[in-house]
């Protein structure tokens, strides 16, 4: 069958949703040398995040709390990898 729509790949946690959506989004990007998620502080894409949380929730989360997930995972990641060196 032809899909003319593209889908996300199946999530097990709202959280893992919202990563998802976030590294979509180009809101966090992961550190090369060690995989820590890190916020990019680019307000465009956390926009872009939060409205694909608005208007794509997963099927059996409301808006609303998809928003806030979103925005409880990006309060959860500081712009710097905890195992790099201070530069």
Known sequence: MLMTTQRRSAIRTLRGWAISVLQEAGAIHECEEHGWAMDRADPHA???????AEQDPPSDVSPDDAVAEICDVLDSFGDTCPECSPR
Do not use: P, S, T, V
């Open 46 to 52: 956390r926009d872009r995040a939060l409205k694909i």
